[in-house]
C-alpha cells in the first residue's frame, strides 16, 4: 500500500552556510527518530562527480545528467552521516571550501535543481523527516508544517567553519574564510531559481548567541507545540 507522503510531517531547516543547520538537523532528527535530508550534500555529490566525468561546470545538460544519474549511499554512522558514492568514500571529500563551492555554481542551474527534486521528495518518509537545505520551505517541501529559517552573522559562521575544519586537521584563515562565506551567501541569494531567502510563513532563528542544544531544545519545543511530536 502507498503512503500519503504530505500525511508525514517534515521540519524543513533553510538558511545560509555555516548557520548550523547541519548539526542541528542531524540532534534534532536522532531526538525525534525522524529522517534526515542533507540536501546540500546531494548538490555536492553532483559537483564532485562531475568533476569525476570532466563535465565542466557551465555544462547545464550534463550536470543535470550527473545529478539524475547520482548513485549515492548515506548510511547513518555514530555521530554523522557516511557518503559514498558509486561506492568509493566521499564524506571528507565533499566538505572541503573548493566542492562547496562547486556545488554553489551547478544549483544555479534550474535543469540541476529540476533533477535532484524528486530525490529530495523521497526523503520523505514516516514517522517524519528533518530536511536542511536552502529551499526545503520555498521549493521541495512547500507545505511542511514547520519552517525555520536559520541564521547567523557571517563573522560567526566564519569562526564556527574554522573550528570544524580544525577539527578534521585543516587549517584556514578566518578572513579567507569570512571571503568564501559571503561570495556563496551572495550567489545563493541572488540566483534567479530557487534563491535563498526564508519561506513566508518561516520563523526566524539567529543562532549567533545560542548554544546547539539551545537551538535544538527550541526546535523540539515548536514542533511539540504544533502537535507534530510528542513532548520529549
Ligand atoms: O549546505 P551546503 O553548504 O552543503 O550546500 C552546498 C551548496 O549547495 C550551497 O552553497 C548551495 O548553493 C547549494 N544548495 C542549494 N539548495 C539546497 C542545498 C544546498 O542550492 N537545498
Known sequence: MSIDETAVPVLAIDGPGGAGKGTISRLVAERLGWHLLDSGALYRLTALA????????????????????????????????????????????????????????????????????????DFRQPPGLVADGRDMGTVVFADAPLKI???????????????????????A????LLKEIQAR?????????????????????????????EVVDRLTELLTERGLASAI
Open 149 to 171: 529559517f536559520l541564521t547567523a552573522s557571517a563573522d560567526e559562521r566564519a569562526r564556527r567553519r574554522q573550528l570544524q575544519l580544525r577539527e578534521a586537521g585543516v587549517d
Open 50 to 121: 562531475a568533476g569525476k566525468y570532466g563535465v565542466a561546470l557551465d555544462d547545464e545538460a550534463g550536470l543535470a545528467r550527473v545529478a539524475r544519474s547520482l548513485d549515492v549511499v548515506f548510511v547513518a554512522e555514530g555521530e554523522g552521516t557516511r557518503v559514498l558514492l558509486e561506492g568509493a568514500e566521499a564524506t571528507t571529500t565533499i566538505r572541503t571550501e573548493q566542492v562547496g563551492d562547486a556545488a554553489s555554481r551547478v544549483a544555479a542551474l534550474p535543469a540541476v535543481r529540476e533533477a535532484l527534486l524528486q530525490r529530495q521528495r
Open 173 to 176: 584563515s578566518l578572513s579567507s
Open 185 to 213: 551567501d551572495a550567489r545563493d541569494m541572488q540566483r534567479s531559481v530557487a534563491p535563498l531567502k526564508p519561506a513566508g510563513d518561516a520563523i526566524t532563528l539567529d543562532t549567533t548567541r545560542l548554544t546547539i542544544p
